[in-house]
Nanobody
Framework: QLQLVESGGGLVQLGGSLRLSCAAS????????IGWFRQAPGKEREGVSC????????NYADSVKGRFTISRDNAKNMVYLQMNSLKPEDTAVYYC?????????????????????WGQGTQVTVSS
């Protein structure tokens, strides 16, 4: 299993931007779909976005389409989530996760039980 570490969270005002990073501290991301999930207080964890191992295919939750962009740099063993036009409802702990999969077609899975390696999370707070 990969060991994943998130960074880049923080406090930002309504309409602001943040860029989250996910690094693999052990292992290579090359053969994994990498996803971003989030969990707000009192709510279930939800899928935000994911990207296939090649970087060619992505998936987004409807709530973030057009505002968030996922990307990866396999040479650096990193995945990023660029978050723009942030809203208070984006406030949550954000987790990156890895799913060992060679699937490289459209709409890779954004279902948490498909992922078996998880980071510790990074807090994102959007103030109004």
């Amino acid at each position: 299993q990969l060991q994943l570490v998130e960074s880049g969270g923080g406090l930002v005002q309504l309409g602001g931007s943040l860029r989250l990073s996910c690094a693999a501290s052990r292992g290579t991301m090359d053969y994994y779909i990498i996803g971003w999930f989030r969990q707000a207080p009192g709510k279930e964890r939800e899928g935000v976005s994911c990207v296939t191992s090649s970087g060619d295919n992505t998936n987004y939750a409807d709530s973030v389409k057009g505002r968030f962009t996922i990307s990866r740099d396999n040479a650096k063993n990193m995945v990023y989530l660029q978050m723009n036009s942030l809203k208070p409802e984006d406030t949550a702990v954000y987790y990156c996760a890895a799913s060992y999969s060679d699937y490289d077609g459209p709409f890779p899975p954004l279902i948490s039980n498909e992922y078996d390696s998880w980071g510790q999370g990074t807090q994102v707070t959007v103030s109004s």
